[in-house]
């Protein structure tokens, strides 16, 4: 058996392609990631929208605030993955942070373009994509 994996894999790599998946595999995907993920933080909801022609990927997460970057890092970080093996073609990615302590919750935007540049060809750094590519308001 061992002797069949090793060149079913290299079939697969040369060969295959990036499974793609629809908003409800993805939508388990996403539940199943949050829960299973010791750093995660609780996810509350997400959503698959049209807004202006535009597909947008969104989460809602419970956040605290000693680690809003972080929890900025983790949603964006989960977004651009997810969006990466979906079948659809988000544009833009909605990350909203409800905190304990305060009534408003904050929300964070960013487009594919972005958040593919640097947390999967990592071209850009952290700062850049917070400067050029991140917009944070409170709703």
Known sequence: MKKLIIPLSIICLCFGKTP?????????LINEYFKTTPSAPMLLGHRF?????ERVFQIEI???DANIRNELLFGF?????FANVS???FRQFVLIIHFENHVVPV?????IACLKSFFIDQ???ELNWRKK???IKEM
């Open 20 to 28: 793609r998946y629809g908003d409800e595999q993805i939508a388990v």
């Open 62 to 64: 419970e956040g605290k």
């Open 107 to 111: 929300v964070a935007k960013s487009d």
């Open 123 to 125: 071209t850009i750094d």
């Open 77 to 81: 970080s989960a977004m651009s993955q």
């Open 133 to 135: 590519c991140l917009n």
């Open 87 to 89: 079948k659809t073609k």
């Open 49 to 53: 929208y049209k807004e202006k022609g």
